[in-house]
Structure formats: structure tokens, C-alpha cells
């Protein structure tokens, strides 16, 4: 007997909770490497914003390459918006050092404060920073998409499968759990979506989904400069859906969207202003060491085929080794293209995956640095993911073997991958196949993780297990059907 809609509709409530307990659980206990140059340069502004009441970052600027220099002074090079977000879990963290005595410092001076509890309660504050904004973030947009991909599908196991395959299956899992800005920009970036679709279908409070959509655009900007065109594709399709309320629905739309996404761009216009002397120059303009920004516009020339293989098919950064279940994406464009219902959707999503691609073969540093898989790409994720729901809705006998099994392959190797490292580096060379050394190499040995809670008396294998028992627990009960 199906499931009535009442029971549907309280069902797919309870697994909006469970699933973001999920996603959370999944990312949050892994402390993974803090030191690296990109991380380093965002700590470094909430760390002199907090404690020197300055956007200069003169004492951290021989810690990172990731550095921009103006004026005789040091900023961070990055888009500010992942140091502002985090301001108040930082702020906690350093209340909550000073309540046992510790005096917290997420970048320290001295080499001493490296290793050992220090160092462990250093990085438990930078934990909670990343909980607290990147986690969270993309946890809210998992749900987001389940409630979406549910409302496609009609059917809570389908909406479970799509709703892994970005969120669980992707790198977007592990850059949530690191101080990068790019599980952020996926997670805004999608729920700006999410709220423009819902600008037509909830009657109930569309401006209130204008005001929504608008502030998750401009922080997706606030995020990663590097989001601006996706943002203009994303707003597009708000403007296309919110045409349909009517002349004066559609103004009052419009207005609601422009505040929400001026509230979060004004405080980057006035960082901007302080820091590099115009509201409208940006850290990159002035980025030390990186000749290749002299190139094209910013770094960004014209795509490059031999890149663009190497960011899919390609061992060192290719995305299909990591997560093997976006080859089905042909599949899923196959059948999303004879669904009219969904087909702006569609257009949107595939729009935006284009955009990225294009974009990360055309730039100059197109491989990331020390990054395992195109990190790019992140943001696009999701939107790759929402093409797939298509494939989970057609999916037959011998084809969902296929699926489930990708999905089963690509979830664990990026939990491995969260567990151990998204950041890959050595001095004398690249690794040459990262997802299975160091990662999987990793694993098999057990370093992972888990091995810092030994630093606060903790096994790490008996934290290991009990992570696993909660999120086997959590999917069983995400697995159930509707009664």
C-alpha cells in the first residue's frame, strides 16, 4: 500500500533532519591539515581582524604564498567571505581557551605551539570555524536538495541516492571539511537556486524566497570571486521564475532579491575599499609570486582540451577517479532533456557545469596546487548531482547495479579522502595517482583523522567505531520507507 501524502510529506521531515545529521557527522570529526597556503591566508585575516582590529596581515605573510601585498602592507589575497562568516565561532573558541587558560592563538609565532595539546586545541577551534560555516553550509544545502529532488522523484529512496551522490560522493563532502571557500560557494550557490525554484512554487512567502535567493548570491560572491558568472546564470533563472508572479509580484521580487544580495556585498565592497584602496579591487589584482595571474584576464585565458581531459579523466586531478559515478552525467542530460516540466532546471544546472569547466581549463593554475581532484569545480557539484536525479528516476536492472555501485565505490573513497587529506603535498614531486597514494595508502594504515584525539586521552580507534555505528545508524533509518 503507497504511502499517503500526509505521511510522505512527515517522512521526508524526519529525513531532512537525519540528513543533515549525515553530512555533518560524516565531515566533522576529521581535523584534517590547517597549514596548508590557502587555509593559512583566511586564518590570517580573521585572526588580525579579531586581535589587531586590521585587515592587514603583515605578521602571517611568510607563512603562506597565498598573499597579496599593497602599499608596503601584506592582505590576504582570497575573497573575504569564509574569515567574516567564521568571525563568531572564532570568537567562541577563544572564550572558551581563555575560560580553561589557554591563550588561543589559530596562527601561532612560535614553533613550540606546532605540536602537542596546543596544537590539538588550535585545531579544535579551527574545527569548530569550519563546523560552523563550510559544514553547516553544505549540510543545509543537502537538504535543500533532498527536499527538491523529492519533490521530482516522489519517491524518499530515489531522493536519498540523488541527494549522496554531490553531498556524499563528491570532494564537496571532504572541502566541507576543510577552510577552503569552495563547499561554501556550492552550498550558497545551490540554495540560491533552491530559492529562486521556489519563488513560483511557494505562493506562501515568494518574496521572502527573493530575499533568501538574493543574500545566498551575494555571498556565493562574497565566498569566491570566481562564483560571478554562475551567480548571473543563477539570478537569470530567479528573474525567468519570478516573471510569472506578474508585473507587481515581479517588481516587489526584484527589490526583495536586490536587498538580500546587497547585505552580504556591502561588507566586501568596504573590505575592498580599506584594503586595496578601491571598493571595486580585489586581492588577486596585487597577488605576490604568482606570474601566471599576469596572464589573460586574471589568470584566465581560453580552454585548454588537454586540461579539461586532465580535470575528468586525468589520474592526478581527474574527477572521475574520485568519484566514478558523474560518468553517468551523459545519462542523466539524456533524460533530463525529455522532461519539460523540469527543463529550466535543467538548462540552469547544465549551464552551470559548463561554466565550470570551461573556467578551470582556462586557468593558468588550473591543477590547484596540492588539491586531490579539480577543486574548481566544487560549486558545480551539486548542480551536476541535480542532472543525475534524472539518471536515479530511469534507472533499470542492470543500470542501477551499475549506479549503486559507482555510488558505493565513489562514497567511500571520498570519506577516505576526508579522513586522511584534500590537500596532497610533498616537496620533491606531485603525487602521480593521490587517490590512491597517499589517501588510500593512508587508510589501510590508519592514519587518519582520527589519530589527534589521542591528544586528548581519546582511542582513536574507539572514536573511529563510533563515528561508524552513528552514521550506519543514521543511514538505516534515512533507508526505511514510509508507512
Known sequence: MAPSETSLNGWSGFKSFLLVALILILAAPFFTKFENANSVSRLALVSSMIEEGTTKVDPYGHMTVDIAFHEGHYYSDKAPGMAFLSVPAYLLARAAGQAVGADL??????????????????????????????????????LAFFKLALRMTQDTRLALL???????????????????????TAATLFLAFYFCQKINADEKSPFLNALWAGGML??????????????????????????????????KGLGAAVIGCALPIIPVLIYHDISFGSPFSVGYSSVVGFEGMNEGFLGLTSPSVSVLYEITFGQRRGLF??????????????????????????VTSTVIVVYYLLFNASYFYWDGGAS?????????????????????MNARGLLNTLALGLLAISSFLNIAATATTLTPY?????????IWDPVLTSVFS???????????????????????????AIVHFLWRKPH
Open 105 to 142: 592563538e589559530v596562527l601561532p609565532q612560535e614553533p613550540s605551539a606546532q605540536n602537542g595539546k596546543d596544537a590539538a586545541l588550535r585545531k579544535a577551534a579551527i574545527r569548530l570555524m569550519i563546523l560552523t560555516t563550510s559544514g553547516l553550509l553544505t549540510a543545509l544545502a543537502g
Open 162 to 184: 540523488a541527494t549522496l551522490t554531490p553531498f556524499v560522493a563528491s570532494p564537496l563532502l571532504g572541502w566541507s571539511a576543510n577552510f577552503f571557500g569552495h563547499a561554501a
Open 218 to 251: 551575494g555571498g556565493s560572491v562574497m565566498l569566491e570571486y570566481t562564483a560571478a558568472p554562475a551567480v548571473l546564470i543563477v539570478a537569470l533563472y530567479g528573474l525567468y521564475k519570478a516573471s510569472r508572479m506578474g508585473g507587481n509580484g515581479f517588481a
Open 321 to 346: 577517479w574520485i568519484s566514478p559515478i558523474f560518468i553517468l552525467l551523459p545519462l542523466g542530460l539524456y533524460w533530463a532533456a525529455k522532461q519539460r516540466s523540469w527543463r529550466s532546471e535543467t
Open 372 to 392: 586531490l581532484g579539480p577543486r574548481h569545480i566544487t560549486p558545480a557539484l551539486p548542480f551536476a548531482g541535480l542532472l543525475l536525479v534524472f539518471m536515479w
Open 426 to 434: 610533498r616537496l620533491e614531486n606531485d603525487y602521480q595517482f593521490p
Open 446 to 472: 590508519g592514519n587518519t583523522g582520527f589519530t589527534i584525539y589521542q591528544n586528548f586521552g581519546l582511542p582513536a580507534f574507539g572514536v573511529a567505531v563510533v563515528w561508524m555505528l552513528c552514521c550506519l
